[in-house]
Nanobody, 119 residues
């Protein structure tokens, strides 16, 4: 089994920046993609950003130009640099990863880290 461990959340003022990190507990797990989703109470979890093992990235429209996802394949770690943060970015951010193995896709999720954008 593998665990995803997130760090970097916290409280920041509007216009500020935060960097989230997510490290897999095993470096021998090859994920086809890693990414970040977020959820606020009463709403569905939404994809924020994703990066494939080949480096292809996808972003939600609401974060394009402000957030940047990157990965360190050697460390099985994915990062989310969040700039120009807005109050509406407040949410619990979850790291997720997908592994293709034996013809099936296996999802993995982190425990979540709170990001609060407020004065």
């Amino acid at each position: 089994q593998v665990q995803l461990v997130e760090s970097g959340g916290g409280l920041v003022q509007p216009g500020g920046s935060l960097r989230l990190s997510c490290a897999a507990s095993r470096s021998d797990f090859a994920f086809s993609s890693m990414g970040w989703s977020r959820q606020v109470p009463g709403k569905e979890r939404e994809l924020v950003a994703r990066v494939s093992s080949g480096g292809i990235t996808n972003y939600a429209d609401s974060v394009k130009g402000r957030f940047t996802i990157s990965q360190d394949n050697a460390k099985n770690t994915v990062y989310l640099q969040m700039n120009s943060l807005k109050p509406e970015d407040t949410a619990v951010y979850y790291c997720n990863a997908y592994r293709n193995w034996a013809g099936s896709i296996y999802p993995y999720w982190g425990q979540g880290t709170q990001v609060t954008v407020s004065t």
